[in-house]
């Protein structure tokens, strides 16, 4: 017995034989899974492909970021921006909430995470008020860290995730190119 992913995908198949068809999926291992899965139930197919929404936002403003001399950088590399701010922060005393440890892995791995999903609801530092947070040395902590996360990235011509997805963002409502392509 099939399931319903697998009959959905079959159907779409059907009715849009020659479009070129993009499964968005959360990684490319489950994608080409899906993928294959597909293949062997449904006889083949063609233009179809896996992607994930950070894929596809890379291949949209790729051309941006080039012509920009912006450079992409990885979660990871924004972690090590990050405890880099963090630590400087801490040392000159600045924080009135956080605290540097010697390990800080998980507290580095949160504000990015943090910092990411601001961005990502269109949220800059200077949005970010005292009163929203339950301790204002919070906030003025995460603002400042925020800021100078930003400053770092401005500075040296870097964009993280949410820069490339909202750049990808603004480059699609401006634009009618990808008409003929199938997001799934």
């Keep these: 017995m099939e399931n319903r992913l697998i009959i959905k995908l079959k159907q779409l198949i059907n009715q849009f034989k020659l479009n070129e068809k993009i499964l968005i999926v959360p990684g490319f291992d489950i994608g080409n899974q899906i993928l294959q899965d597909l293949s062997i139930k ?20 790729q051309e941006k970021f080039l012509v920009g001399g912006i450079e992409k950088i990885s979660s990871i590399e924004s972690d090590f921006l990050i405890d880099g701010i963090f630590t400087k922060s801490d040392k000159a005393g600045r924080f009135k909430y956080f605290k540097k440890y010697k390990i800080n892995t998980g507290i580095i791995a949160a504000m990015n995470s943090i910092i990411t999903e ?67």
Excluded: C, H
């Design 42 to 61: 449904s006889g083949g197919w063609i233009n179809f492909r896996a992607a994930t929404i950070e894929s596809l936002a890379s291949e949209i403003a």
């Design 118 to 184: 601001l961005k990502m609801a269109g949220i800059a530092p200077g949005e970010l008020k005292e009163e929203y947070f339950l301790s204002g040395g919070k906030a003025s902590d995460l603002k400042l860290i925020f800021s100078g996360y930003e400053n770092i990235l401005k500075v040296k011509g870097l964009a993280d995730s949410p820069d490339m997805i909202n750049a990808a963002t603004k480059i699609l409502r401006g634009s009618k190119r990808q008409n003929d392509i199938k997001y799934i």
